[in-house]
C-alpha cells in the first residue's frame, strides 16, 4: 500500500513481467499494486490498464484488497485533476471494503487519502477526522513512518482555520517524525510545503529553521519543469534559486509553460497564486484582476473547491474599490458555490449509500442461492437416509416427550416462585401500610400530647408563676425563706421551659404556622444556642411537599440534629433541602468525631432504625456515610409526591 507521492520501488520492466506471467496471482497482484502507485503518481493512461488487471485478480481470486487498492488508486487519480467529489466516490467504495473486510492498513490509507480531499476542497471538520482515523490506523498497525504525512495534513487544517501557532507545531512535528531512510523526494516535498506556508505567513522562526534543512537536503541548486506541477511548488523554486527572485517573472513563465504544454486547467493555479502575491503586497487592482481571470479559469475545469475561495476574495475586493453592486454578486456566487458543494456531498453520500446496498443485495442473493443449494442437498440426503430416520424418531419421540416433562416441570417451579415474590411483595405491603398507620398515629398522639401540655400543663405552670411572683411581691419574705423564694422561681421556670421544649419536640409551634421553612430555621437556631455553628440552605418550592412528607422530613432532621448536639462534639453543621424535578432531596452533615455506621446498624441503634423507617415509608432511601474523626452525613431523596 502506497500513498501518491511514493514512487514504484522496483524497476518497471521487471514489474511488468511480474504481473503479465507469474504463476501466483499473489506476486501478481503485488506487481500490479506498484505499478498502478506509479502510474497513477505520473498521471499515465497505463494505469488504467493495469488497475483493469487488478480487478479481474479481484474478482476472480474474491480479494477485498485487490478492489479496494483499485477505487483508491482510481480515486487518487480523480483527487490529481482536481475531480474531488469523483474522487471521494472511490474513497468511500475503498473505504468500505477495508472496513467491511477488516484491511486495517489499507483503511489508514484510505482514510489518510480523504482526509486530504476534504483539505483540498475546505471541509476542514471533515479533513480532520479523517486524518485523525489515519493517524489511529498508522499507530495500530505499526507504519509509524507514515504519520508525518497525518501531521502535515493537520498543518495544513490549522492553516486554513488561521491557528498559526497550532499549524507551526505541526509543521515540526511531521518534520522532525520523517524516517531518516524515507525517500529524498518525499523529504524535499514536505520542507517546501513547510517553507511555503512560513513565507506567506511571515512565521520567521519556522522559515529559518526550514531554510537551514532545506540547505542541508539539497545537493546543488537546480530546478526542473516538474516543479511547476501545482501552485506551491513555486515557493519550492523560490528556495532552490534564493531569496531574490521575481516571483511574478516566474509566474508568468509557468503560464506561458503550462499552455505550451497543453495543460491549461493548471494556469488557473498561476493566476490564484499570483492573486495571493498581490494581495499580500496590497496591491489590489491587479490582485482582483488576477483572480478573476483564475475564477473563468477554475468555472471552465469545474474546480468548485476553489472558486468559493476566489469568488470571496473577489467581493472583499471590489468592497475596497467601492463597487458594492459587484461585491455582492460575488458573494451570492460564493455562497451558491457552497451550496452546490453541500449538494455535492448529499448526493454523493446518497451514492455510498446505494453502493453499499447493491453490494448487500448481492450477498443476499449469494446467500439465497447458497440456501436453496443446501436444501436440495437436505432433500437428497433425506430420501437417501430414510430408514435412519424412521429409527431416529422414535428415540426423537422419546425426547420430545422428556423435554415437555421438564418444561412442564420449570413452568410449575416459576410459577412457584412467582407466587412467593407475590406473597413476599403483599407482606411488604402490608408492613408498609401498618408502618403508615402506626407513623400516622403516633404523629396525631405527639400533637394532642403536645396541645395538652402547651394548652394544659404549660397555662398551668403559667398561672402558678403569676400567683408565686405576687406572692413574693405583696407579702414579706421571711429570712428562713429568703433563699428558697428565689429557688421557687427558678425551679418553675425551669418547669416551664422544659413543658415549652417537650411540647416543641413534640410539635414544632413553626411547623404549624410557619411550614417547613419556618421549623428548619429554628431547627438551625436551636443548634446556634447550643455553640456551633450552623449553615441552612433551603433550594426550591418545598412548599409544594405534603404534610405527611413535611412531618415526616422534620422528624428525621429533627433526630439527626439530636444526635449531632447529644455525640457528635462538631463544630459545623450543615442542612441542606432542594426540591428539584419533582424530588426531595436533604443532607445533614457535621465536621464532629463521626462513627463506625456498620457498628451502629448491628447495635440496632434506635435514631437510625427510625430515620430509615420514616424515609423508606415514603418510598425514599436514607444514607449514611460517617468518617471517624471526620464528621457525619446523612442524606435522604424521596418523591415529592
Not at 497505463?46 to 485487490?66: C, N, Q, V, W
Not at 482526509?115 to 489515519?134: K, N, P, V
Not at 504519520?147 to 507551526?168: G, M, Q, V
Not at 524516517?179 to 524535499?188: L, Q, V
Request: glycine letters at 6%; a negative charge.
Amino acid at each position: 500500500m502506497s500513498n501518491e507521492a511514493i514512487a514504484a520501488p522496483y524497476p518497471l520492466d521487471s514489474l511488468r513481467r511480474e504481473a503479465e506471467t507469474n504463476d501466483s496471482w499473489e506476486l501478481r497482484k503485488d506487481a500490479l499494486i506498484s505499478l498502478t502507485d506509479h502510474y497513477q503518481m505520473y498521471n499515465s493512461d497505463s494505469m488504467f490498464y493495469f488497475t483493469a488487471m487488478l480487478r479481474k485478480i479481484g474478482e476472480e481470486h474474491d480479494d477485498p484488497t485487490s478492489l479496494m487498492h483499485v477505487s483508491l488508486t482510481i480515486g487518487r487519480s480523480y483527487s490529481s485533476k482536481g475531480e474531488l467529489i469523483e474522487a471521494r466516490d472511490y474513497y468511500y467504495k475503498a473505504l468500505y471494503l477495508a472496513q467491511k473486510h477488516n484491511i486495517e492498513k489499507g483503511s489508514a490509507w484510505v482514510n489518510l487519502n480523504l482526509g486530504l480531499s476534504h483539505g483540498r476542497g475546505f471541509e476542514l471538520d471533515s479533513a480532520f477526522f479523517y486524518t485523525q482515523e489515519a493517524e489511529k490506523g498508522f499507530i495500530k498497525t505499526g507504519m509509524e513512518d507514515e504519520l508525518w504525512r497525518c501531521y502535515l495534513s493537520f498543518a495544513t487544517i490549522n492553516r486554513e482555520r488561521r491557528d498559526l501557532p497550532a499549524a507551526d507545531a505541526e509543521f515540526r512535528k511531521s518534520i522532525a517524525l520523517y524516517p531518516d531512510n524515507g525517500p529524498s523526494a518525499n523529504r524535499g516535498f514536505l520542507l517546501y510545503r513547510a517553507f511555503a506556508y512560513a513565507a506567506q505567513f511571515r512565521r520567521f522562526d519556522l522559515l529559518r529553521d526550514v531554510r537551514l534543512m532545506w540547505n542541508e537536503y539539497k545537493g546543488a541548486n537546480s530546478f526542473s519543469a516538474s516543479l511547476l506541477e501545482k501552485p506551491e511548488h513555486i515557493a519550492l523554486y523560490s528556495m532552490v534559486a534564493g531569496e531574490d527572485i521575481d516571483m511574478v517573472k516566474v509566474i508568468y513563465d509557468a503560464i506561458d509553460y503550462f499552455r505550451d504544454s497543453g495543460r491549461p486547467h493548471r494556469i488557473a493555479w498561476c493566476y490564484h497564486d499570483l492573486g495571493e502575491i498581490y494581495y499580500n503586497d496590497r496591491n489590489y487592482t491587479l490582485a482582483r484582476e488576477a483572480y478573476e481571470k483564475s475564477d473563468i479559469l477554475y468555472t471552465n475545469a469545474g474546480y468548485s473547491s476553489y472558486i468559493g475561495f476566489i469568488r470571496k476574495r473577489l467581493a472583499e475586493l471590489y468592497q475596497r474599490e467601492g463597487n458594492y453592486l459587484k461585491a455582492l454578486e460575488y458573494t451570492n456566487a460564493s455562497y451558491q458555490v457552497l451550496d452546490s458543494l453541500k449538494n455535492e456531498e448529499s448526493e454523493r453520500n446518497l451514492r455510498q449509500f446505494e453502493v453499499q446496498y447493491e453490494t448487500e443485495k448481492k450477498e443476499q442473493a449469494l446467500k439465497i442461492n447458497q440456501l436453496e443449494l443446501k436444501q436440495k442437498t437436505q432433500e437428497r440426503n433425506i430420501w437417501l437416509g430414510s430408514s435412519v430416520f424412521l429409527v431416529l424418531l422414535g428415540v426423537l419421540v422419546f425426547g420430545g416427550l422428556r423435554q415437555r416433562m421438564h418444561q412442564r416441570e420449570l413452568l410449575v417451579n416459576q410459577e412457584a416462585a412467582l407466587q412467593e415474590q407475590r406473597i413476599q411483595q403483599l407482606e411488604q405491603e402490608k408492613t408498609l401500610l401498618a408502618m403508615s398507620s402506626m407513623i400516622e398515629g403516633q404523629e396525631q398522639e405527639r400533637q394532642r400530647i403536645a396541645k395538652d401540655l402547651h394548652d394544659g400543663m404549660g397555662g398551668l405552670l403559667t398561672t402558678i408563676k403569676a400567683h408565686y411572683s405576687t406572692l413574693v411581691s405583696h407579702f414579706p419574705i421571711e429570712e428562713a425563706t429568703e433563699k428558697i423564694a428565689p429557688m421557687t422561681g427558678e425551679l418553675i421556670d425551669r418547669a416551664c421551659t422544659e413543658v415549652r421544649r417537650i411540647s416543641q419536640n413534640m410539635m414544632p409551634a413553626a411547623l404549624l404556622y410557619s411550614g417547613l421553612r419556618g421549623a428548619l430555621e429554628d431547627l438551625a437556631v436551636q443548634v446556634r444556642t447550643n455553640g456551633l455553628e450552623c449553615t441552612l440552605e433551603v433550594v426550591g418550592a418545598i412548599e409544594k411537599i405534603d404534610e405527611i412528607r413535611t412531618i415526616a422530613l422534620y422528624r428525621v432532621m429533627q433526630e439527626a440534629v439530636n444526635n449531632i448536639l447529644k455525640h457528635a462534639k462538631a463544630k459545623h453543621v450543615l442542612i441542606q433541602v432542594i426540591v428539584h424535578q419533582e424530588v426531595v432531596n436533604a443532607t445533614i452533615e457535621d465536621d464532629g468525631s463521626g462513627f463506625e455506621v456498620d457498628k451502629g446498624l448491628q447495635k440496632q441503634s434506635i435514631g437510625l432504625k427510625s430515620m430509615d423507617s420514616r424515609v423508606r415509608y415514603l418510598k425514599g432511601t436514607c444514607d449514611v456515610d460517617s468518617v471517624t474523626g471526620e464528621g457525619t452525613t446523612i442524606s435522604l431523596q424521596f418523591p415529592l409526591t
